[in-house]
T-cell receptor, first 110, second 113 residues
Framework: GIQVEQSPPDLILQEGANSTLRCNFSDSVNNLQWFHQNPWGQLINLFY???GTKQNGRLSATTVATERYSLLYISSSQTTVSGVYFC????????????FGDGTTLTVKP | GAVVSQHPSWVICKSGTSVKIECRSL??????MFWYRQFPKQSLMLMATSNEGSKATYEQGVEKDKFLINHASLTLSTLTVTSAHPEDSSFYIC?????????FGQGTRLTVV
């Protein structure tokens, strides 16, 4: 099956700092999503981004499908963005099931 | 986005009893739903694919007699953990896809004592 590697595993920032999270995947995919898991466990959809670049507020993401990686950028971090960020990929969207990376735990300190 | 609702959010049960977790798609129909399991500080691991009106498909290593899945309608899938033991304690999350995105329930934290 597809292997998904996320880096770094842990990231500690001061409020206001920027960060870049990376997701590498071992095979071509036609579906890639970024999620934020809040402290209560809820997975929040951030981006559906199998290729290209998208932005939403202080968050942006870029996927280079030909090189099998995706990046999530968080600018001017607030403490509220602390949590675990997951990348999930699917080789066949019609099949539905996703493979998750191990996540990046982001801690933003005031 | 689409809303997937799970119930209960948390449950504590005694060893040897069974627990049922419900997963509902509130504003869409889902012929397929997915059940994941997450241990503390770990990633989500797919357990099974729930298919409306037919048998679930289990991932390798997942005991289908231990984790019973029923997908009786287009908006409801249930996961029953039978004869639960402390090692079954975990966070269980369901998912459904509104093409092409996957949406997740809020999860159920199961503690078996």
């Amino acid at each position: 099956g597809i292997q998904v590697e996320q880096s770094p595993p842990d990231l500690i920032l001061q409020e206001g700092a920027n960060s870049t999270l990376r997701c590498n995947f071992s095979d071509s995919v036609n579906n890639l999503q970024w999620f934020h898991q809040n402290p209560w466990g809820q997975l929040i959809n951030l981006f559906y981004i199998p290729s290209g670049t998208k932005q939403n507020g202080r968050l942006s993401a870029t996927t280079v499908a030909t090189e099998r990686y995706s990046l999530l950028y968080i600018s001017s971090s607030q403490t509220t963005v602390s949590g675990v960020y997951f990348c999930a990929v699917a080789k066949d969207t019609n099949a539905g099931k996703s493979t998750f990376g191990d996540g990046t735990t982001l801690t933003v300190k005031p | 986005g689409a809303v997937v609702s799970q119930h209960p959010s948390w449950v504590i049960c005694k060893s040897g009893t069974s627990v049922k977790i419900e997963c509902r798609s509130l504003d869409f129909q889902a012929t397929t739903m997915f059940w994941y399991r997450q241990f503390p500080k770990q990633s989500l691991m797919l357990m099974a694919t729930s298919n409306e009106g037919s048998k679930a498909t289990y991932e390798q290593g997942v005991e289908k007699d231990k984790f019973l899945i029923n997908h009786a309608s287009l908006t409801l899938s249930t996961l029953t953990v039978t004869s639960a033991h402390p090692e079954d304690s975990s966070f269980y999350i369901c998912s459904a896809r509104v093409f092409p995105e996957a949406f997740f329930g809020q999860g159920t934290r199961l503690t078996v004592v």
